[in-house]
């Protein structure tokens, strides 16, 4: 079979020719500024109904809302890509810098809206809910009116709004200009290369211990140098965010997130209750690893080594065609839309030096199209993380059936797709290992991905709780910072490893993201529930597809808890769900234990 060549550079011009200096993109902008003044008209105009009958006026107003949504969000998406691309290109900046202001003008819009919403009579709102004009999306707009009757006057939260651009998100900006600036020297091959913080990190899964060790010290150094800068960051994000609870009237920091991620604290208690319970499994793992390694004690660097000195690689188009044959098992059209993505050019894989570091999935809904960004050298990793993101991309691409307005799936079900198609995956890759060493290492690559749901991304959550609570009384030293994040990570891993990480707090973007509190625990949420999914579909086989896509469907009009009782028939906030799940991971972990016994 010849083997398919697929190119490593997305398309971005089939989307706005010409980069950050299309003319297209430039019209659009203008476009999406034009609507958006019609709308702030529109919804000033608007007048409160006082029948059922004018159900048609606030449909009309709705229609022009989501016209305005999908051209920001066509727009946000391409400067992201422009960015992530090429983290030198200032006209992108110039860019995103239009496109949060537009964003705030909108939220005010949004807010004049939502204000309005709120005076309208509770019997007459739900008569108008159940119109067919706007029976479909019900549960969205009553989510809106809801969160309104918790916030601040229109003239308060339009403040807040503007004042946001050059505060909030301004202190998130300058966390990634920082980071696209910084450099790490390293040596290979006899030369002294130059290694953007992305390309370093992929050094830290390097089978040579020396190697691990020197990026990781390198990497602190560089954190460490920039400090005072990154401690700026992380107290003004989390300062903003606190003043604008304070006045809002909320006193626990969950709150945002939790109604974000439309889940209750009781779920997500159950959830980590589960974890602590069988944490145990993971400390064994870690103690076995550091044998294997010759180790008394893993470190922070030690954690993703791998345990098979195997420098094997697979090509990008090897693991291209391995993700398409496995979706393919799981349901067929999964298979061709990856498939589809990957001669497309939806996805910008190539190993070059100027890439912003990670990986992530973004949606263009005006093209109806997606984009995948990550920094592919090869690893097993790297495939897992193709497939991960081609889970967000297939969940954006059936939501395109649904109404704009209830394509607003929170992240924790959103890591619930891309987490199951990672497991289709990942599962198939150790059943088809051909030899025992394959085998074993791809073994462990699971039962990692568990250590980090259970162990790094709790730290992060332990972290982040704490951070909070102590950032409500003044500002938190760099040094406080380092001291919280070792403590979190301790407890996390239950004192299992060497030495800790203190400059996770200023290396994790997620922690400097405006858009989404807590950008933590969805993770481990999405994980698990992925699980309860995945041991359904191996139950069904490939007739559990459109199932799959109807629960997909779902994500953007229903608590979690809903959502889970009507697919799975699950209560999401007792302990028995997330237990079988983290079951199922532990069966891993026994397995991998059983394999190394000396």
């Not at 081609?390 to 607003?408: I, K, R, S, Y």
């Not at 807590?518 to 490939?542: C, D």
């Amino acid at each position: 079979m010849t083997q398919t060549t697929y190119d490593q550079q997305w398309d971005l011009d089939v989307i706005f020719e010409g980069g950050s200096d299309s003319e297209a993109f430039q019209q659009y902008l203008q476009d999406v500024q034009e609507k958006l003044e019609a709308l702030s008209k529109v919804v000033e105009e608007y007048k409160l109904p006082t029948d059922v009958s004018q159900v048609k006026e606030l449909y009309h107003v709705i229609e022009k809302l989501e016209g305005v949504a999908v051209g920001l969000r066509e727009s946000s998406a391409f400067v992201s890509c422009l960015s992530a691309q090429d983290v030198s290109d200032k006209k992108a900046g110039q860019h995103r810098a239009k496109i949060s202001e537009l964003i705030a003008q909108y939220s005010t819009v949004m807010t004049t809206l939502d204000q309005k919403l709120i005076k309208i009579e509770d019997g007459l709102w739900e008569d108008l809910l159940a119109q067919p004009e706007l029976k479909d999306i019900s549960f969205v707009l009553d989510e809106k009116r809801q969160k309104a009757n918790e916030k601040l006057s229109l003239e308060q939260e339009a403040l807040i709004n503007d004042l946001s651009v050059d505060g909030y998100q301004g202190w998130g900006n300058m966390y990634s200009t920082i980071v696209g600036q910084m450099k790490i020297q390293f040596g290979e091959d006899g030369e002294q290369k130059e290694l953007s913080v992305g390309q370093a990190s992929n050094k830290m899964s390097s089978s040579d211990r020396s190697v691990r060790k020197e990026v990781f010290e390198k990497l602190q150094n560089a954190w460490g140098e920039n400090e005072d800068l990154f401690g700026e960051t992380l107290n003004h994000l989390a300062g903003f965010r606190l003043q604008k609870y304070k006045h809002r009237g909320w006193d626990n920091v969950l709150k945002e997130p939790m109604d974000i991620n439309r889940m209750s604290e009781k779920t997500l208690n159950a959830m980590w209750d589960a974890i602590n319970k069988y944490k145990d499994h993971y400390v064994k793992y870690l103690h076995r690893k550091a044998d294997m390694l010759g180790l008394e004690k893993l470190s922070w660097y030690d954690v993703g080594a791998p345990i098979v000195n195997s420098d094997q690689t697979v090509s990008y188009d090897e693991g291209a065609d391995f993700i398409v044959e496995q979706f393919n098992r799981f349901g067929p059209k999964m298979a061709s839309f990856a498939k589809m993505a990957f001669e497309k050019r939806w996805i910008e894989a190539e190993d070059r030096s100027g890439k912003r570091p990670g990986g992530f999935c973004t949606s263009f809904p005006d093209s109806k199209q997606t984009r995948i960004f990550m920094t592919y050298s090869g690893t097993a990793s790297n495939v897992a993380t193709l497939a991960h993101e081609l889970g967000h991309a297939f969940h954006q691409h059936v939501m395109d059936d649904v109404h704009t307005m209830n394509q607003g799936y929170a992240m924790n079900v959103a890591e619930t797709a891309s987490t199951f198609a990672e497991m289709i995956v990942a599962d198939a890759a150790v059943k088809n290992a051909s030899t025992e060493e394959e085998r074993l290492s791809l073994l462990e690559d699971k039962v990692q991905r568990s250590v980090a749901f259970f162990m790094n991304i709790h730290s992060r959550f332990l972290f982040e709780t704490r951070f909070y609570d102590e950032r409500k009384e003044g500002l938190v030293s760099v040094d406080r910072l380092k001291t919280l994040t070792e403590e979190a990570q301790r407890e996390a891993y239950c004192d299992s490893l060497s030495e800790y990480e203190p400059y996770f707090w200023a290396s994790k973007l997620h922690f400097h993201i405006t858009g989404v509190p807590f950008y933590n625990f969805p993770y481990t949420f999405g994980y698990l529930f992925s699980l309860g999914i995945y041991a359904k579909a191996l139950e069904e086989g490939s007739d559990f597809e459109e199932k799959y896509i109807a629960l997909l469907q779902d994500t953007g009009r229903m608590k979690v808890e809903d959502l889970a009782k009507k697919h799975l028939d699950v209560d999401l906030e007792q302990p028995e769900f997330w237990e079988n799940a983290v079951k199922l991971c532990v069966q891993d972990v026994e397995e991998f234990l059983e394999l190394t016994e000396k």
